[in-house]
């Protein structure tokens, strides 16, 4: 069911964050006109592996160049038909391309503007330059995860551009409910760093108690080795700790001194990650997974993102979908949600670099 089908978006973003909140636009069915300047178009275009595609399947690409006043000019002109504008520039940008919130306001009350940045529109940190990993850092994000590790090159998970997507995603919709009962549009402020705090919010909440931003290393729930590579296994609770060192052979484990109680394990956390070790060495990590999710014990193999998403469950689940590009057919994960029976996935092609310019621009 496409939900949003006859709202029309105006996408001035690029990269990752902004794209991925229009991307989950046009998967509800609006139509997104997606502005890129001339030559090179959107930074993530060059990008290998269908970087570009994965969050711009099914938009509209239209060539501005928005340097100019004839580019301005058309921009305007499209932005008078639209339902939402959503932009990632630095604070204060938007504004010097006539897209002041104040002036778009006072033409179309209706007209909700979405600003992507990476610490808000205001306040002593705006006008830091950002990217994923350097607002992971300055929130304290990374140190949640990454705190002890020696290697400068470890960057992370990079979840922080899609997450502040998803935010902003979500905060359209909002304003598009509010609209439908107040008939008035609404600027939204999406920051990276209010949607890094969003994702940690235990740890945050945690922090600011005087406690740890962070879980910390624990003995019953590891990462650990079989026989052929790791497998995750959460033995937390007594019970699963007490099936787990059975089922691996060790059923008199946790009778020895150093591992009979939390404290005890905590301390010689190293020794019992090496005695559940020994135990799983006898068989291969899915043959574990089997073993252990039959008892009832949460565990998973360390798989990769290829294995599991060409396997038959996402397949089953419809998530992930084909689309046209002018290199051949890509694969795009779709929402991440069904409606009943309803996969939400895009089932039109990237476009070429301005192939919707004349369409878009007729009479200019």
Same mark, same amino acid.
């Given at each position: 069911?496409?939900?949003?089908?006859?709202?029309?978006?105006?996408?001035?973003?690029?990269?990752?964050?902004?794209?991925? *909140?229009?991307?989950?636009?046009?998967?509800?069915?609006?139509?997104?006109?997606?502005?890129?300047?001339?030559?090179?178009?959107?930074?993530?275009?060059?990008?290998?592996?269908?970087?570009?595609?994965?969050?711009?399947?099914?938009?509209?690409?239209?060539?501005?160049?928005?340097?100019?006043?004839?580019?301005?000019?058309?921009?305007?002109?499209?932005?008078?038909?639209?339902?939402?504008?959503?932009?990632?520039?630095?604070?204060?940008?938007?504004?010097?391309?006539?897209?002041?919130?104040?002036?778009?306001?006072?033409?179309?009350?209706?007209?909700?503007? *979405?600003?992507?940045?990476?610490? &808000?529109?205001?306040?002593?940190?705006? =006008?830091?330059?950002?990217?994923?990993?350097?607002?992971?850092?300055?929130?304290?994000?990374?140190?949640?995860?990454? =705190?002890?590790?020696?290697?400068?090159?470890?960057?992370?998970?990079?979840?922080?551009?899609?997450?502040?997507?998803?935010?902003?995603?979500?905060?359209?919709?909002?304003?598009?409910?509010?609209?439908?009962?107040?008939?008035?549009?609404?600027?939204?402020?999406?920051?990276?760093?209010?949607?890094?705090?969003?994702?940690? *919010?235990? =740890?945050?909440?945690?922090?600011?108690?005087?406690?740890?931003?962070?879980? &910390?290393?624990?003995?019953?729930?590891?990462?650990?080795?079989?026989?052929?590579?790791?497998?995750?296994?959460?033995?937390?609770?007594?019970?699963?700790?007490?099936?787990?060192?059975?089922?691996?052979?060790?059923?008199?484990?946790?009778?020895?001194?150093?591992? =009979?109680?939390?404290?005890?394990?905590?301390?010689?956390?190293?020794?019992?990650?090496?005695?559940?070790?020994?135990?799983?060495?006898?068989?291969?990590?899915?043959?574990?997974?089997?073993?252990?999710?039959?008892?009832?014990?949460?565990?998973?193999?360390?798989?990769?993102?290829?294995?599991?998403?060409?396997?038959?469950?996402?397949?089953?689940? &419809?998530?992930?979908?084909?689309?046209?590009?002018?290199?051949?057919?890509?694969?795009?994960?779709?929402?991440?949600?069904?409606?009943?029976?309803?996969?939400?996935?895009?089932?039109?092609?990237?476009?070429?670099?301005?192939?919707?310019?004349?369409?878009?621009?007729?009479?200019?």
């Amino acid at each position: 069911m496409n939900v949003l089908e006859g709202i029309r978006v105006i996408d001035l973003t690029h990269a990752l964050a902004g794209p991925m *909140c229009t991307h989950q636009l046009v998967l509800l069915g609006a139509e997104v006109i997606k502005i890129e300047p001339p030559g090179t178009g959107d930074d993530f275009r060059p990008r290998p592996f269908g970087r570009f595609a994965a969050v711009n399947a099914g938009k509209k690409s239209v060539v501005l160049d928005l340097k100019t006043p004839e580019g301005r000019a058309s921009l305007r002109d499209l932005v008078a038909t639209a339902d939402v504008v959503v932009e990632n520039f630095r604070p204060g940008a938007a504004a010097s391309l006539g897209l002041d919130w104040d002036q778009l306001h006072r033409d179309d009350p209706r007209l909700i503007s *979405c600003s992507i940045s990476g610490y &808000g529109q205001s306040g002593p940190m705006a =006008s830091m330059p950002a990217i994923e990993w350097s607002v992971q850092s300055s929130s304290g994000l990374a140190n949640t995860y990454l =705190s002890g590790r020696d290697d400068a090159m470890d960057l992370g998970v990079g979840i922080l551009d899609p997450f502040t997507g998803y935010v902003a995603f979500s905060g359209i919709l909002t304003a598009l409910l509010k609209r439908q009962k107040t008939g008035t549009g609404e600027r939204l402020d999406v920051a990276m760093l209010d949607a890094a705090y969003v994702l940690a *919010c235990g =740890s945050v909440t945690a922090a600011l108690l005087g406690g740890s931003d962070s879980l &910390g290393g624990r003995p019953t729930m590891a990462r650990y080795k079989a026989r052929d590579r790791r497998l995750f296994i959460a033995a937390l609770h007594p019970k699963w700790l007490a099936k787990l060192v059975e089922l691996i052979g060790k059923p008199d484990l946790l009778k020895e001194d150093r591992f =009979s109680t939390d404290a005890a394990r905590q301390k010689n956390a190293e020794d019992f990650v090496r005695a559940i070790e020994e135990g799983l060495s006898t068989r291969d990590a899915v043959e574990w997974e089997a073993i252990f999710v039959a008892a009832g014990i949460p565990a998973g193999v360390m798989r990769t993102i290829q294995e599991t998403a060409s396997g038959e469950h996402v397949a089953g689940r &419809g998530l992930i979908s084909e689309v046209e590009t002018e290199n051949g057919p890509v694969p795009v994960v779709g929402a991440g949600f069904r409606m009943g029976s309803d996969a939400r996935t895009v089932d039109k092609p990237v476009p070429r670099l301005g192939e919707h310019t004349a369409e878009y621009l007729k009479g200019r």
